[in-house]
């Protein structure tokens, strides 16, 4: 089959692991048959620097005109000073919401030879665990009704949280829908004991869950689901949370895999389009040095083949082969441990493109 990919390789060590990525996917256009085309453009600060602007109109439209994009990362310090709307995250912001994306897909994985960085006991960690967090992106406290004024007490200010019940449907079905292709289990987190907008956010939750009752499904309020996180990560598969719960669990469940260089990312919409990305930022602290881990801009691409293309079995071999790369003892400066074998960033790239 054929599919046209859209590559935004961006700031700081982007270039370097979406390069390598790129090497994967064509490894495995080889393999399996398929052609990969792929686009290079422009987003983020390197976009600034060339056309003046984060997301120039042309990055837009070669997206929308592709099936998938893969993202490396953008800014950095050389950006920092400029004014918010010409900021390198305000493009990445600006295209999400162009392109229509409003599920943040984040697995967190802990990988069996990894299992030194997990911070928790070993007994709780036996065998690894896979959770995958679905948090909503385009809308709740985020995006809602936000303002100060003048109280008896003096300055106030408010944000507002309100989801609709389109909103929350959409998200619940990519969770339930993700869930069918992992195990058929899927943990709602609200606050429904204090918060409207979480009561109806789980009464929708209820109503969808009767089109997908072969789904197991539960639901806990968010201050004990961050407890439950730690307790006992393995009872998770699906978690499906708002924006505000969802960045924070997320960010949770990662550092549970110790590894910030080992994560990918997924930003779904309607249909099968799908922004895929390492949840690292660009690292200009490593950049250009050869350094950087690429596996989490790898595991990204499995990703897209799983979600926009339908590819299971070519997903499941480049997580074979990077699960294969970790198990033989190689490893990036980001997760070296004593007695492991340090590789750069290229050498990382090949040995899992070998091991395709
Ligand atoms: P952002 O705001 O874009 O999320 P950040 O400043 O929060 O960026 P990162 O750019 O992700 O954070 O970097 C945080 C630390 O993690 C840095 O020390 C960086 O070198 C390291 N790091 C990030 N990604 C990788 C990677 N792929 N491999 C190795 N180290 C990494
Ligand atoms: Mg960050």
């Given at each position: 089959m054929n599919f ?24 495995i256009g080889?393999?399996y048959n398929h052609s990969f ?274 590819l299971?079995?070519e ?42």
């Open positions: 046209n990919v859209a590559v935004i390789p961006g700031d700081g060590i982007g270039p370097e692991v979406t390069e390598q990525a790129v090497l994967v996917l064509e490894k080889e393999l085309n792929f686009t290079e453009v422009l987003a983020g600060g390197s976009a600034y620097d060339l056309k003046g602007t984060p997301l120039p109109q042309e990055t837009i439209d070669i997206c929308k005109n592709s099936d998938a994009v893969l993202l490396g990362a953008v800014g950095g310090p050389k950006w920092d000073n400029l004014p918010g709307n010409l900021r390198p995250e305000k493009g990445l912001l600006q295209i999400r919401k162009e392109l229509g994306l409003y599920a943040n897909i984040r697995p967190a994985v802990l990988f069996d030879p990894l299992k030194e960085a997990c911070p928790l006991k070993p007994e709780l960690i036996e065998g690894g665990f896979d959770i995958c967090v679905v948090r909503e992106l385009t809308g709740g406290m985020y995006f809602g009704e936000k303002g100060r004024k003048e109280t008896d007490m003096g300055m106030a200010a408010y944000d507002t949280e309100l989801y609709s019940e389109p909103e929350v449907d959409r998200i619940v079905r990519k969770a339930f829908e993700i869930a069918r292709k992992r195990n058929n289990k899927v943990t709602n987190i609200d606050k429904m004991n204090v918060l409207e907008s979480s009561r109806l956010w789980r009464e929708v939750v209820n109503k969808t869950y009767e089109e997908y009752s072969d789904v197991t499904l539960n639901h806990l309020l968010v201050d004990n689901a961050a407890m439950q996180l730690i307790r006992d990560p393995k009872q998770f598969d699906v978690i499906v949370t708002t924006n505000m719960f969802g960045d924070i669990l997320s960010d949770e469940a990662s550092m549970l895999t110790g590894s910030i260089g080992m994560l990918p990312s997924a930003s779904l919409g309607e249909g099968k389009f799908g922004l895929y990305e390492p949840i690292h930022g660009s690292a200009p602290d490593i950049a250009g040095q050869d350094k950087a881990n690429p596996l989490a801009t790898i595991l990204s691409t499995a990703m897209m083949l799983r979600f926009s293309f339908d299971e079995k997903a499941k071999a480049i997580e074979d082969a990077v699960l294969k790369v970790l198990s033989e003892g190689y490893r990036t400066k980001d997760i070296y441990s004593k007695g492991t074998n340090l590789v750069g960033l290229k050498e990382m790239g090949r040995l899992v493109v070998s091991f395709c």
